[in-house]
């Protein structure tokens, strides 16, 4: 059996936990840039706000219903993810970390468990050690548990607890899910389901599997036949390595002249050299990427990159910021307004299977041990505390975020204080 455990509206509730006066009211989360929806409370889903609805849109309908609204703060959801991963993994040898708010359980060893008892054990604890509520679904295969979590909190929202543990179990639930909220069927999917009068999940395993395996290839052929019972989706307790890592932003004010675009494009590098180290990778090639507004039809619009190959694949922040930068110059163009810029890093190889060039001069292990020390001291201080001054402490290029609670786990300046009186 599998479990999914999904913590109920994440990011809501990470600000709920440490603002408590939020309980109860709606709230919604803004996306970078305090652009649109990205994250709704209950409360907030039930006065019609819709996902990925413009701020500006629904400014009135907010301050009408005295709706909360947040800008992202990923440092504390961050935070709090890596908490509640940590308890689950006191209680199961294998997790796989599905997204920052979701985990499957392999409950393989638990046959002669109560499964119910043990979700619930579960559920308590990581409520009572980090305040977030969470769902959990038990199914067969990763669909069944993820069909049966978003059951639990549609059916059983006192418990937040559905064991698909019995044909009849499996069969209410198949029968009570609409064909659009079954993980993995998207909009084209669901109007081509609909088309052949198959609304609910219990309509699709009941369609011959060659019918399928033709019109919904074998991605829908897997999903298929885990609903039915037989696990087809691999078990990725250790995530793949990545091939390709970027960072961009859009920024929070209009960009024209190099000098601000050099201070984003070397943070943005920065960003991808640390998830590099973090993953023991080193990038073969560096692109760099700008462009303006295109919903300003009054600016002369511009879109362009470059992508730069390195003679030795790297992951120093000091090395590829200098390719980064030099790209930069390569492609900027002045008396355009820049809206969005960003970095990829890309064909990545594993640290340890470096080829080194003939000619390369470098004193690479003197490289990497200041790129240690760099990580040490900004995992000790705070997030680009110690930075090279390329990346500057210029704001005009950084999101805006007028709305952004404390870090509250991360910051020690912003640590909540408790009065005795």
């Not at 054990?121 to 978003?150: E, F």
């Amino acid at each position: 059996m599998i479990a999914l455990v999904d913590v109920n509206n994440f990011y809501a509730s990470c600000e709920r936990m440490f603002n408590p006066a939020l309980n109860g009211k709606p709230i919604i989360v803004l996306s970078n840039n305090d652009g649109c929806a990205i994250a709704r409370s209950d409360e907030a889903k039930a006065l019609g706000i819709q996902m990925g609805a413009p701020a500006f849109l629904i400014h009135e309908m907010c301050k009408k219903n005295d709706v909360k609204v947040l800008s992202s703060n990923y440092t504390l959801y961050g935070s709090m993810s890596e908490r509640v991963m940590h308890i689950l993994r006191s209680f199961v040898p294998t997790i796989e970390v599905y997204s920052i708010d979701e985990a499957f359980l392999n409950l393989e060893g638990f046959k002669n468990m109560d499964l119910s008892d043990l979700a619930k054990r579960i559920r308590d604890t990581v409520m009572s050690h980090t305040g977030l509520p969470v769902s959990i679904g038990i199914g067969a295969t990763k669909a069944l548990a993820k069909m049966a979590n978003r059951f639990a909190k549609k059916h059983h929202k006192a418990s937040g607890v559905h064991v698909a543990d019995t044909s009849e179990r499996i069969q209410e639930m198949l029968a009570k899910t609409s064909i659009g909220d079954v993980w993995g069927i998207g909009h084209q999917y669901q109007k081509l389901l609909l088309t052949h009068h198959v609304t609910v999940a219990a309509d699709f395993v009941k369609l011959p599997e060659e019918w399928i395996r033709k019109n919904m290839s074998v991605v829908g052929q897997r999903l298929y036949n885990e609903l039915k019972g037989t696990s087809c989706f691999t078990w990725e307790e250790i995530r793949p390595p990545k091939k390709n890592i970027c960072t961009a932003r859009s920024f929070g004010n209009i960009i024209t002249n190099l000098s601000d675009l050099q201070q984003a494009i070397a943070a943005h590098t920065s960003s991808c050299a640390r998830k590099l180290r973090q993953d023991n990778s080193c990038a073969s090639k560096v692109h760099v990427f700008i462009e303006t507004n295109p919903h300003r039809g009054e600016d002369q619009q511009y879109f362009t990159g470059v992508t730069i190959p390195l003679n030795v694949a790297s992951n120093n922040t000091n090395e590829l910021i200098k390719f980064a930068l030099w790209g930069l110059k390569k492609i900027f163009k002045p008396g355009y307004k820049y809206q969005r810029g960003g970095v990829m890093v890309l064909d990545l190889v594993p640290q340890q299977h470096i080829q080194l060039g003939l000619f390369d001069t470098k004193d690479r292990q003197k490289d990497h041990r200041l790129s240690k020390a760099l990580d040490s001291a900004n995992q000790l201080f705070g997030k680009d505390v110690v930075r090279f001054g390329t990346q500057s402490y210029g704001k005009k290029w950084h999101l805006k975020a007028t709305q952004l609670s404390p870090k509250y786990t991360t910051q020690m300046s912003q640590i909540m204080t408790v009065n005795s009186s």
